[in-house]
């Protein structure tokens, strides 16, 4: 079936990092693909999505290509905050009824 | 404006109680659903409503039941609570409608604490 496989965390950075949460799926499909976060004790929001290969999502400086090739979503940012510590969630769907998610990814970010 | 909103957002109760989350979105959506995020923050899709229709019902057990009554809520009831139900319960909405693929909307999450 499909899934998603996230990098397993915590993931600690010091400030002014440079970040990449590797993200890769299984589909049968051409599904898309979605990164979510969330801060502590919130509920997860939508971070940036990509609906097609190839396509870029970005966000608040966020980054991530859909790669068919690799099957791959990896999130990035260029230079990272104490702000950004949240958990990160890569998900993909078909349709949009469901979701299937990864374990999330807990980044730390230290000043 | 709130746009998920849940209620409680604390729930601390004995083992063998019933107790109740409600949920309500503002945001019009057609499709509302219930998560259950466990201590390791892994999500698990619960069940999903489409127009009041239960849509999506994953293997829970059956002392948990969804209730819709309208497009804007969708309450959860838990009877003869065990300890393995703590988690954070999260409710979520999105709109279905269309071909593009929408965004969830997520509540704030109820923290249930079974004792």
């Known amino acids: 079936g499909d899934s998603v496989t996230q990098m397993e965390g915590p993931v600690t950075l010091s400030e002014e990092a440079f970040l990449t949460i590797n993200c890769t799926y299984t589909?049968?499909?051409?599904?898309?693909l979605f990164w979510y976060v969330q801060y502590p004790g919130e509920g997860l929001q939508l971070l940036l999505k990509?609906?097609?290969a190839d396509d870029k999502g970005s966000n608040k400086g966020f980054e991530a290509t859909y790669r068919k090739e690799t099957t791959s979503f990896h999130l990035e940012k260029g230079s990272v905050q104490v702000s950004d510590s949240a958990v990160y969630f890569c998900a993909l769907t078909y349709s949009n009824y469901q979701l299937i998610w990864g374990a999330g990814t807990k980044l730390i970010i230290k000043p | 404006d709130t746009a998920v909103s849940q209620t409680p957002k604390y729930l601390v109760t004995q083992m063998g109680n019933d107790k109740s989350i409600k949920c309500e979105q503002n945001l019009g959506h057609d499709t509302m659903y219930w998560y259950k995020q466990d201590s390791k923050k892994f999500l698990k899709i619960m069940f999903s409503?489409?127009?009041?229709?239960?849509?999506i019902n994953e293997t829970v057990p059956n002392r948990f039941s969804p209730k819709s009554p309208d497009k804007a809520h969708l309450n959860l009831h838990i009877n003869s609570l065990e300890l393995g139900d703590s988690a954070v319960y999260f409710c979520?909405?999105?709109?279905?409608?269309?071909?593009?693929?929408?965004?969830?909307?997520f509540g704030p999450g109820t923290r249930l604490t079974v004792l």
């Open positions: 589909a049968t499909g051409y599904p898309s």
């Open positions: 409503y489409n127009n009041k229709e239960l849509i």
């Open positions: 990509a609906t097609k």
């Open positions: 979520a909405s999105s709109q279905t409608s269309g071909r593009a693929i929408h965004e969830q909307f």
